[in-house]
């Protein structure tokens, strides 16, 4: 968009879209980069249709450490390059603090973070968005994009590159599913991570599911400039992120003391430790550092 068509776009809907994932295995029939390719499609197909602004997608989050270094052993197995993205869980969620900064201080009056990746993330990025929200005049709400997707496929919300998340992804970016890259039915795999049920992927489907994930976001930025407006009645807020000294001080205030306690910090319980021969190990367990 250009600087007139930004402007205008906000003036008429004040809402800001971010959308996070991961270049991560995703079977071979699915291009690298499905989980932030199907999130910020999908906010931009709800901006274009509801209103708002789909910020720029990140495609830096959570892998190769905790519970995701566990499943990657037996999911992905031992490869030599894993195509991955990862940073560690401090540097995710102090990223996002910065970005929540960036829309207070533009005057944006909600923003939906939807992630496209999954595993206990997006468990910590809704807590992280109620930690921050007490500081911050814009109003959030943070989600997975399985929780707009219901009823889903077949009773199906989310899977990984599966059926839903193919048929989702060939709905939304068609050039980066090719189905001719499919194993034969009958070898198990692993084919880099890929849902055993891929093979019933829908396009037409997929798009039913686009369709019904976009209204929804749609529906809860109306809430939450209702949200706005009944908080503030017309007045400036009091309280808005502007500087990077305020990002800085709700992750010392806020976050940082909850730091510890959030999912992506700790691996399974009960778990014995990965092989040190696993390509896994590397990063796990995790640093309790922030």
Known sequence: ??????????????????????????????????DALKAHAVVCKAARKYGGIAAPPDYWHIHELG???????????????HWMTSVPPWIHFKNICYQIRTADALGFRAAVLLT???GPNWEDLKTL??????Y???RLYSLPDFEANLPGMDGATGDHAGKVETSLLWALEPDCVDMSRMPDRDDHGPHFAMGANAFEADRRVGERMAEDEARFLGEKARELLEAYEEAHQGREPANRLRTFDDAER???????????EFKTMNGPPGQEPL???SVWSANSPIPKRG
């Open 129 to 134: 968005t109620q930690l921050i929200q007490p």
């Open 136 to 138: 911050a005049a814009v």
């Open 275 to 277: 092989p040190s021969s």
């Open 1 to 34: 968009m250009f600087p007139d068509e930004l402007e205008a776009a906000f003036q008429n809907c004040p809402v800001l879209y971010f959308a996070y994932g991961l270049c991560e295995p995703h079977g071979p029939q699915n291009a690298v980069g499905l």
């Open 116 to 118: 496209g990746h999954y």
């Open 67 to 81: 519970g995701y270094a566990y499943w990657a052993h037996s999911s992905v197995g031992e490869v030599e390059r």
């Open 250 to 260: 709700v992750w010392e205030e806020a976050v940082l003391p909850a730091l510890g």
